[in-house]
C-alpha cells in the first residue's frame, strides 16, 4: 500500500510505482470521482487517443522501405 500526504493547497504527489503501473505521465489529465467514502482517479482518454490507437495499425502498412523509397522525392 502506497501513502501520500495532502497539503495546505490540497495538492497530492502519486507514488512512482501507482504512476507507472496506471502508465501515468507528464501532462496526463485525470477525472475524480467518489464512491461512497473512496476518491476514483481515472486516466482521460481523449477522442484523439482513441482515434489514434484506431487507426495505427492500419498505418504500419505503409512503413515499409519500399515505401519510403517511393515517396521520398515528393
Given at each position: 500500500?502506497?501513502?501520500?500526504?495532502?497539503?495546505?493547497?490540497?495538492?497530492?504527489?502519486?507514488?512512482?510505482?501507482?504512476?507507472?503501473?496506471?502508465?501515468?505521465?507528464?501532462?496526463?489529465?485525470?477525472?475524480?470521482?467518489?464512491?461512497g467514502d473512496h476518491i476514483?482517479?481515472?486516466?482521460?482518454?481523449?477522442?484523439?487517443?482513441?482515434?489514434?490507437?484506431?487507426?495505427?495499425?492500419?498505418?504500419?502498412?505503409?512503413?515499409s522501405d519500399e515505401d519510403e523509397e517511393?515517396?521520398?522525392?515528393?
Amino acid at each position: 500500500m502506497e501513502t501520500s500526504k495532502i497539503t495546505s493547497k490540497g495538492r497530492v504527489t502519486i507514488p512512482h510505482a501507482l504512476r507507472r503501473a496506471a502508465d501515468l505521465k507528464t501532462g496526463d489529465k485525470l477525472v475524480f470521482s467518489l464512491d461512497g467514502d473512496h476518491i476514483i482517479a481515472t486516466k482521460l482518454k481523449t477522442a484523439k487517443d482513441s482515434y489514434l490507437g484506431s487507426v495505427s495499425l492500419n498505418l504500419e502498412e505503409w512503413l515499409s522501405d519500399e515505401d519510403e523509397e517511393a515517396w521520398s522525392d515528393l
